[in-house]
């Protein structure tokens, strides 16, 4: 039965049966157990579950109004129990370990928010089975803008029950189904309902195991969603053979500011469907296209409208086996997105020997703040150009050189950088062999009261350092007042006994007032040692440090 709206206001002088009538209260009593009641009246229509008890509540106001109050109540324990409240018209249950009896409660509470918003139910394995008992409630959140349903383990009858209650919310503006295997060879069935003039902003349906029937039905979608600006596809490897018709659906999606197609089986051609697609994409504003190995050698001939996308912000090409010849068509485009502020070049082998022209004209990228090359084998020629590239790149906030064994004894040349980066927050050096006078080096960039700003660095996997330059390292940690995350593990198949400088590291640890996690995995401590760690740990002030050493041998 559907529930019409009933005005409950001044003007009550409909007639008996029509919406807008109400009894006139006697002189002398109070209209507010009336009003309670035909409230109730209204709200055990909305749900059923009342209805049983409907007259039960007429004959007896008092009766209705604590089996009310004993049912919010409840409603409140529930979300107390998971340590949770709804804020902003928003419940968000995101990770909460639901039960089966948990996902009833909640679909008892939903009828009490009919304003709500915002719901987030992912990473709930029991909701999958138990989804058509929430949409069934739909008509009473009709309002909803948002809902994020991700790894949920949902059932093909959990997707069906799903696309039939899509219409029943028709300001819907988010969906995530991410991480749902099911939801791959049913997509029609959920998104069908979806109509020209849909209020979708965004759309996320990572690792959903979709077809290349799926990705066919999303290139004939695309253009009924006028207002869509995030689209996000990545690890569904096979709807690289329905590309075509992905792409022809994107050139009417003028409003798309983000394209993610991670790990989505894209292969050379793949690059020339796209770029005749970006020209309609004028306020694409993150691409990612990282993880398709099948990519390298698509951009030799088909880069140049990427120089289309003049907002693009964010470019993330990682581990897709870039060429030489892609590096040098990449080489003339990058440069010309001046909007550009992060670039992920990382586990491309070929930018180690190939990139220097690249890496130098970085430098006209003035907005940029994180670059990532980390795995990239830099050779001395390439690491030289980046070095004098960066020079020129004051927003850095992340830099990520780890895995490039050419740092190793040249950090000196950094130092410039490390000095004028007056917003770095992120620096990984992971295993990029660094020895003793690099650390040196960085503990008396640290003392001259450079690098305030950084919150994370990694020194992990650079075993070649001596006790002493760690010993110099951890007395000058304390100036980083900001840090929050340190590592200095050691490799897998190396382990080694902590010096005297573990002392220093306590006691700058004492003095960083953000400080959170340390690695120290592999390194070994004596018995005194482990009793300071002791110490240290059981002090109330300290507890939200870890120390995360994967058991000190």
Known sequence: MNLQKVKLGANNSGAPGKPGFMPKAKEGSSRTSGLVTFELAVLCLAWPSLSSRFFVCLANPLSSEMQLGSRMEKNDQFLQTLGKKIVN??????????TTADVRKMVALLPFLPDLEELDISWNDFVGGNLPSITQQMHVTSKLKVLRLASCRLTTEDVQALGEAL???????????????????????????????SKIHVLELMDCALTSEDGAFVGRLLPKLQSLEVLDLSINRNIGGSLNSIAQGLQSASTLKVLKLHSCGLS??????????????????????????????????????L?????????????CSLTVDDIMSLT?????????????LSANKNVGSSSENLLSRLRFLPSLKSLLINNCALESETFTALVEASIHLPALEIVNLSWNKCVGGNLKMLLETLKLSTSLQVLRLSSCSLVTEDVKLLASVIQRGHLTKLQKLDLSYNDGICDAGWAIFCQNLWFLKELTELDISLRPSHFRDCGHWFRYLLCAVTKLPEITEIGMKRWTLPASQEEELGSFDQDPKRRGIHFDHGGFR
């Open 332 to 344: 003339q485009v990058i440069p010309l997105l001046s909007n550009l502020q992060e670039l992920d």
């Open 268 to 305: 050379q051609k793949s690059v020339k469907i796209l770029d005749a697609t970006f020209r309609y994409l004028g306020e694409l504003r993150k691409l990612d296209l990282s993880c398709n190995k099948e990519l390298g050698g698509g951009f030799e001939d088909a880069s140049a409208p």
């Open 167 to 197: 219409e029943m919310i028709p300001e819907l503006e988010e969906l995530n189904l991410s991480w749902n295997s099911k939801v791959g060879g049913n997509l029609p069935l959920i998104l069908q309902k979806f109509q020209k003039g």
């Open 307 to 319: 120089v289309m996308l003049k907002h693009l912000e964010v470019l993330d090409l990682h581990q």
């Open 89 to 98: 018209k928003c419940l968000d249950l995101n990770s909460c370990g639901l």
